[in-house]
C-alpha cells in the first residue's frame, strides 16, 4: 500500500518568514496530493491540492511543488502569520487517501 | 453549503454503553466516510459509503457499526467500547469515491471510560 512520509514533525518560524514542508509518498499510481491544515479542536481543513499533470500550484501565500519522478511533494507558506500555527497533513491517493505524520507548524509573533 | 457538521461535540460512555455519532452535509457529495484520529497522530480510515453503500471497511472491530441512512446522512453506532477506542472520530465527505477532494467536520470527541 502507499506510504507517505512528511519532514520536519515540527517547524518554528518567526512570523514572517518562509515555511516548507516536505513530503514523500510510495505508489507511483497516487494521483492527487492535497495539503490540510488541522487547528486545535477542529477537523482538518483542507487549504490547497495538486494533482499529478500539474507540476506547481499556487494560493495567494500558499504554494504546492510535486514531482513526480522522484515522488516528492512540498507546501510552501510564505509571508507566515501567528494564524497559520497549525498542524499540517500531506496526504497522497490512488486507491484511497494516505495521509503523512503531520508536521506541527509554530509562527512566533 | 459547504459544511459538515458531526454530533455530539463530545462524549463519554462507559465500556457497556451504546451511542451514536451523526453526521451530516448538505453538499451532494456521494461519498461518505468515517476516520478515527489519535493525539498527535493523522487520521486513520475506518469506513467509506459510496452512494449510500458500505465500499471500504478497513478492518474495524465490529464494535464500531456503520449506518448511510440517506445520501446526507451517515451514523457510526458504537457498542462495547475499550478505553482505547477514545479518539476524535471525524467524518468527511467528497463528490464521488474517487473524488478525494474531502471536506472534513469538526469531530466527536470520544472518551471510553
Known amino acids: 500500500g502507499e506510504n507517505v512520509e512528511q519532514h520536519p514533525s515540527t517547524l518554528s518560524v518567526q512570523e514572517g518568514d518562509s515555511a516548507v514542508i516536505k513530503c514523500t509518498y510510495s505508489?507511483?499510481?497516487?494521483?492527487?496530493f492535497p495539503w490540510y491544515k488541522q487547528e486545535l479542536g477542529k477537523g482538518p481543513q483542507l487549504i490547497i491540492d495538486?494533482?499529478?499533470?500539474?507540476g506547481e500550484k499556487k494560493d495567494q501565500r500558499i504554494a504546492v511543488t510535486l514531482n513526480k519522478t522522484a515522488k516528492h511533494f512540498s507546501l510552501h507558506i510564505t509571508e507566515t502569520q501567528p494564524e497559520d500555527s497549525a498542524v499540517y497533513f500531506c496526504?497522497?491517493?490512488?486507491?484511497?487517501?494516505?495521509f503523512g505524520t503531520g508536521t506541527k507548524l509554530q509562527v512566533i509573533p | 453549503d459547504t459544511e459538515v457538521t458531526q454530533t455530539p461535540k463530545h462524549l463519554v460512555m462507559g465500556m457497556t454503553n451504546k451511542k451514536s455519532l451523526k453526521c451530516e452535509q448538505h453538499?451532494?457529495?456521494?461519498?461518505m466516510y468515517w476516520y478515527k484520529q489519535k493525539a498527535k497522530k493523522p487520521p486513520e480510515l475506518m469506513f467509506v459509503?459510496?452512494?449510500?453503500?458500505?465500499?471500504i471497511n478497513e478492518s474495524v472491530p465490529s464494535r464500531f457499526s456503520p449506518e448511510c441512512p440517506n445520501s446526507s446522512l451517515l451514523n457510526l453506532h458504537l457498542h462495547a467500547l475499550q478505553p482505547e477506542d477514545s479518539a476524535l472520530y471525524l467524518c468527511?465527505?467528497?463528490?464521488?469515491?474517487?473524488?478525494?477532494?474531502?471536506?472534513f467536520g469538526p469531530g466527536t470527541r470520544l472518551t471510553v471510560l
Open positions: 453538499m451532494g457529495h456521494r461519498a
Open positions: 496526504a497522497a491517493a490512488g486507491q484511497k487517501v494516505t
Open positions: 459509503y459510496s452512494y449510500e453503500k458500505l465500499s
Open positions: 495538486i494533482r499529478s499533470n500539474v
Open positions: 468527511a465527505s467528497s463528490q464521488a469515491r474517487r473524488d478525494f477532494e474531502q471536506f
Open positions: 505508489d507511483s499510481a497516487s494521483n492527487y
